[in-house]
């Protein structure tokens, strides 16, 4: 089934550092969603956008709505241990407000913070 | 406030048979969407369910078929089980308006 590209795949960075991933489709979507997800876990939503060019924050991430709307970018910043986890960006055709309907999922990026 | 509740957490099945996940939205919520991750993978929209009615459908065969009840669980039944069909079944519930989507942890199936 179609996909995101979503990059980098996955992440090595020590405590303290910034990261930064993003996502890429060859459609329009009018919302992009930023999950994440742990080991046995259901994925937990970080942060949604609704309006192409928003950008919205939730403590120390920070994710973008591209201007085209066939792209999405997430940045962590001051990574600590606990951010450890699989980032996927979703993007769903309707817009917010409405029912999502169908997400389309990222493959991932796996982030791994070493102490 | 429970959220999404999903059962039974992991189960085996053998190549053939039939399996069914069962899902309760969290409180309030009417809509209902199952997903499929594969490991490694980003979860897969299988359906959506409002009113009891499949409202929207992903690129998954007949053998993946579902149900809503009135009072908005859901239940997801696969047949003829194949090797491939072994993954994370995911539920995930909502309530249009300003509608967040909420995940449950899940239901592991293992195809033997």
């Known amino acids: 089934g179609q996909q995101l590209n979503q990059s980098p795949q996955s992440m090595f960075i020590q405590e303290g550092e910034d990261v930064s991933m993003n996502c890429t489709s060859s459609?329009?979507?009018?919302?992009w969603l930023w999950y994440k997800q742990d080991p046995g876990e259901g994925p937990v939503l970080l942060i949604a956008?609704?309006?192409?060019?928003e950008l919205t924050s939730n403590g120390r991430l920070t994710a973008q709505f591209g201007i085209t709307r066939k792209d999405s970018f997430l940045n962590i910043s001051a990574s600590i241990p606990s951010d450890v986890g699989i980032y996927f960006c979703?993007?769903?055709?309707?817009?917010?407000?409405?029912?999502?309907?169908?997400?389309?999922f990222g493959q991932g990026t796996i982030l791994t913070v070493h102490p | 406030d429970a959220g999404v509740t999903q059962s039974p957490t992991h189960l085996i099945k053998t190549r053939g048979q039939q399996v069914t996940l069962r899902c309760s939205p969290k409180?309030?919520?009417?809509?209902v969407s199952w997903y499929q991750q594969a490991l490694g993978q980003g979860p897969q929209f299988i359906f959506q369910?409002?009113?009891?009615?499949?409202?929207q459908r992903g690129n998954f065969p007949d053998r993946f078929s579902g149900h809503q009840y009135p009072n908005y669980s859901s239940e997801l039944n696969v047949n003829a089980l194949l090797l491939g069909d072994s993954a994370l079944y995911l539920c995930?519930?909502?309530?249009?308006?300003?509608?967040?989507?909420?995940f449950g942890e899940g239901s592991w199936l293992t195809v033997v």
């Open positions: 369910y409002y009113e009891e009615e499949e409202r």
């Open positions: 979703a993007g769903s055709p309707n817009a917010g407000g409405t029912s999502y309907g169908k997400l389309t």
């Open positions: 995930a519930s909502s309530f249009p308006p300003g509608n967040t989507i909420y």
């Open positions: 956008l609704y309006k192409a060019g």
């Open positions: 409180s309030g919520h009417d809509t």
């Open positions: 459609s329009i979507f009018n919302t």
